[in-house]
């Protein structure tokens, strides 16, 4: 009895969390937690959004086996600061995440990074440049300047609460609403 009920509420948990989401590389997965909004809607702003998923800059790509671990290492990390409501304001990373985040930019912009022309124009290229973080002089990219709770909810783009349900809340949650009314 004790086992079919661990294994019913671990099912449920599994369900209620969208947890099979997190085997894709849909961006929307990183929005079954609310915090992630600012990120996401940052994201979809920016020139990224059609060339890279969040996967594609926030875990490793050197094997399929490190890509899982990561993510479910991280997701457990962010799942628990999540269930405890301990989120910052403005969500950082970390820094194996930084190290992951550095890895992917160079893995995707070697050509920039290694182009001669560019030692020519761009200061802090002329010293060693795999020695700061990307996102040292290139911050706004892909998630903007401000990146918090209360600055982005709808203030890229307007949008009426229908329309921004639809696109920014996940399935699971828009479902969960409806049935609450």
């Given at each position: 009895m004790l086992c079919g009920l661990i294994a019913g509420l671990g099912f449920y948990i599994l369900n209620v969390s969208n947890a099979v989401s997190y085997l894709s590389d849909d961006p929307r997965t990183c929005m079954n937690c609310h915090v992630m909004t600012a990120e996401y809607i940052t994201w979809d702003h920016s020139s990224h959004r059609n060339v890279a998923s969040c996967n594609d800059c926030h875990v490793p790509h050197n094997n399929i086996a490190n890509k899982y671990?990561?993510?479910?290492?991280?997701?457990?990390?962010?799942?628990?600061?999540?269930?405890?409501?301990?989120?910052?304001?403005?969500?950082?990373?970390?820094?194996?995440s930084e190290k992951v985040v550095q890895a992917?930019?160079?893995?995707?912009?070697?050509?920039?990074?290694?182009?001669?022309?560019?030692l020519s124009w761009v200061d802090s290229h002329k010293e060693d440049r795999f020695a700061r973080q990307c996102w040292e002089c290139h911050r706004e990219t892909p998630h903007g300047r401000v990146r918090s709770l209360s600055a982005v909810e709808t203030s890229i783009e307007p949008l009426d609460i229908k329309q921004q349900q639809q696109e920014f809340v996940p399935d699971w949650l828009s479902n969960q609403m409806e049935n609450n009314k």
């Open positions: 671990f990561f993510k479910a290492k991280d997701g457990l990390y962010h799942a628990t600061i999540y269930t405890l409501r301990m989120e910052p304001q403005a969500i950082k990373m970390r820094e194996p992917n930019c160079i893995r995707c912009h070697a050509d920039q990074v290694a182009d001669a022309k560019m």
